[in-house]
């Protein structure tokens, strides 16, 4: 919400702002780039953070693409012939494919890099249960083999949520999945340059002159020709959003990703910035530990819905504007086709605290301390971890807020350990719209125990309804499955969904063909 103090803060910034990249405009064909924070993780199959998403986008390519309307598009592959009442696939890798190391991207490598990758996302281990043989027969095909028709496959090789389905030399593929390739190479528009990268501060990618991005269709989200203008991108880590709409008012830097409501004012008054709402959403959620007191207990999970508010949390973070905001949210994107009210009752209404502080404690509720890990350094998941230790002290809970930068954020995360042993109990998190348009995709909602996503959640009957779903006839029949998803949902509450929003990005106005919704580097164009 903007108040007099952001103003001026926000205006000190422009008048002291150090100059970050020289007093010497930038060469045209360099395009500098401010991310949502810093990139720490280079794996994007071995992380989930959106930001190593979006550097993996620049390096890696996929065999699928996804357009602007949520279709597959083939990318890498030139196309797939599916036979034997599907249960064969046969992909074919198109000319002129090669890995920043100058080897020609092989059918082997995408047999390993789809292995590798399987073992980690959610929907790749539902597409490796599927499977009977995959292989190679020649360099330029790729052969599956099924054990039960399985007509995702081109949308989960084409996903645009991490992790990525990234393919790679087979010799980085091979690597073990539980710890992240020891080499950042690539086949995509942009190579990684390592030298140049400098911790907290710079990533440099220069543009790989032997990509061939492909000879027809649209480009479009993921889908379609991806085409590099720009020789150079720099990433440069701004933490403090005033410098950085600083620097961009300056034209010291060109883009940057995510524009917070409080300088929109001044973005917006500024000749040289166009400030845009993307047409994608996200939303974000509170993320529960399930292996822990007390949220291992489904009872004080659900009794605690009756102190969440949504529009608490998307107000604190997004401010006033309902264009960039809604409530309302379950687990599907709203004006979904799978998107229904199932359970949504439960949010709506005054919240009562008192009566959440009676339910919970009667849940059994016995004092035990609970850990909000808050990111600092992202100042929407600070604003909402914010408002979740405020609900939770509200009714009555012993919380304990791990204020910390998001490196240190994400490696806690990861522990299974009891908070007095340097675990956790609730994160702030989101999930782009193109995660959440069904059930399979949705890497929250899988609730298969220690294999699920962190917080690790285990619903024998969430799994069984989610293949339920994957197997459904039509339309209609998984409409019908998602509805009974979500009412299950609200029993187990893997997660708290707590508001969808649009993000909000600025950008030097001589840029066109920005990226619609996805932050990717392809297509843009300086006039």
């Not at 989200?221 to 720099?234: C, L």
């Amino acid at each position: 919400m903007q108040t007099r103090r952001t103003i001026l803060a926000a205006t000190s910034a422009l008048l002291a702002a150090p100059r970050v990249v020289g007093a010497q405009p930038a060469a045209a064909r360099t395009l500098r780039f401010v991310p949502q924070t810093d990139l720490t993780v280079l794996d994007p199959v071995f992380n989930t953070a959106t930001v190593t998403l979006t550097h993996g986008g620049m390096v890696f390519d996929t065999l699928y693409g996804m357009d602007a309307d949520y279709n597959l598009q083939p990318q890498m592959v030139a196309g797939h012939v599916v036979e034997n009442d599907g249960l064969q696939w046969t992909l074919t890798l198109r000319d002129g494919l090669r890995f920043h190391d100058g080897e020609p991207v092989r059918g082997r490598d995408c047999v390993a890099s789809i292995r590798r990758w399987g073992a980690r996302d959610m929907f790749g281990q539902e597409l490796l249960a599927a499977i009977d043989e995959l292989s190679a027969p020649d360099d330029r095909t790729i052969r599956f083999r099924l054990k039960r028709p399985f007509p995702l496959l081109a949308r989960a090789l084409g996903k645009v949520t991490a992790p990525m389905p990234a393919m790679m030399p087979e010799r980085l593929a091979l690597t073990d999945p539980s710890r992240p390739v020891p080499e950042i190479i690539g086949s995509g528009p942009f190579r990684f340059n390592t030298a140049e990268r400098v911790s907290g501060v710079r990533v440099v990618y220069d543009r790989f002159e032997r990509y061939v991005p492909r000879p027809e269709g649209t480009p479009s989200r993921t889908a379609g020709p991806k085409v590099a203008h720009f020789d150079r991108v720099e990433w440069h880590v701004l933490p403090d959003y005033a410098t950085a709409a600083a620097a961009l008012q300056q034209n010291e830097v060109d883009w940057v990703e995510f524009a917070p409501n409080d300088l929109l004012p001044i973005l917006r008054r500024a000749r040289n910035v166009a400030v845009k709402v993307t047409e994608d959403s996200s939303v974000s959620i509170l993320r529960l530990n399930h292996l822990h007191p007390p949220f291992d207990n489904p009872a004080i999970r659900r009794a605690l819905l009756g102190a969440l508010d949504q529009a608490a949390y998307m107000t604190a973070t997004f401010g006033d504007d309902r264009n960039l905001w809604r409530s309302g949210v379950g687990v599907f994107v709203p004006n979904t086709p799978m998107a229904n009210d199932a359970g949504l009752a439960v949010l709506e209404g005054p919240r009562d605290y008192e009566k959440a502080r009676q339910d919970i404690f009667a849940a059994g509720y016995k004092g035990e301390k609970v850990v909000v890990l808050q990111p600092m350094d992202l100042p929407t998941l600070k604003a909402m971890s914010e408002v979740a230790v405020d609900m939770l002290r509200r009714v009555g809970m012993n919380v304990e807020p791990f204020a910390a930068d998001w490196g240190s954020v994400v490696q806690r995360r990861g522990s299974r350990e009891p908070v007095e042993r340097g675990g956790w109990s609730v994160f702030p998190s989101s999930f782009s719209a193109a995660g959440l348009l069904d059930p399979v995709a949705n890497l929250g909602l899988r609730a298969n125990g220690a294999r699920a996503w962190f917080g690790w959640p285990d619903s024998p009957d969430l799994e069984r309804l989610r293949q339920e779903w994957m197997a459904a006839p039509d339309v209609a029949a998984q409409q019908a499955k998602a509805r009974e998803i979500q009412t299950q949902f609200f029993q187990d509450l893997p997660y708290y969904p707590i508001g969808e929003f649009f993000r909000v990005t600025a950008h030097q106005r001589n840029l066109v063909d920005m990226p619609v919704g996805l932050t990717t580097f392809t297509g843009i164009r300086r006039t």
